[in-house]
């Protein structure tokens, strides 16, 4: 089992940042694959970024160049930075876990999430 809870989500302007946290617990929380999804009011969810154990990331491309996924495995803990944010961007921000592999885009993958926390960008 892997326990998930998001943190740093909050309201913004464009253009400006903010750093999601994600605490994890759990006996195999320090070697999963974590992975960052939102999911927009009447969208669905969708991929946003991933990181490996030893930390390679993947990005979704409407991300690359101002996001970026980071991890403290000592802390178990998984970050994404978001910086230049658009309106586009708000959305709930969920973090997820995956077994060690690898990674994946896909969020059938993710065995564990998070509760979520919500990003709100004003124009």
């Known amino acids: 089992q892997v326990q998930l809870v998001e943190s740093g989500g909050g309201l913004v302007q464009a253009g400006g940042s903010l750093r999601l946290s994600c605490a994890a617990s759990?006996?195999?929380?320090?070697?999963?694959?974590m992975g960052w999804f939102r999911q927009a009011s009447g969208k669905e969810r969708e991929f946003v970024a991933v990181i490996s154990w030893i930390g390679n990331a993947d990005y979704a491309d409407f991300v690359k160049g101002r996001f970026t996924v980071s991890r403290d495995n000592a802390k178990k803990t998984v970050y994404l930075q978001m910086n230049s944010l658009k309106p586009e961007d708000t959305a709930v921000y969920y973090c997820a876990a995956d077994r060690p592999g690898t990674i994946s885009r896909s969020a059938g993958a993710y065995d564990y999430w998070g509760q979520g926390t919500q990003v709100t960008v004003s124009s």
């Open positions: 759990g006996r195999t929380a320090s070697t999963s694959n």
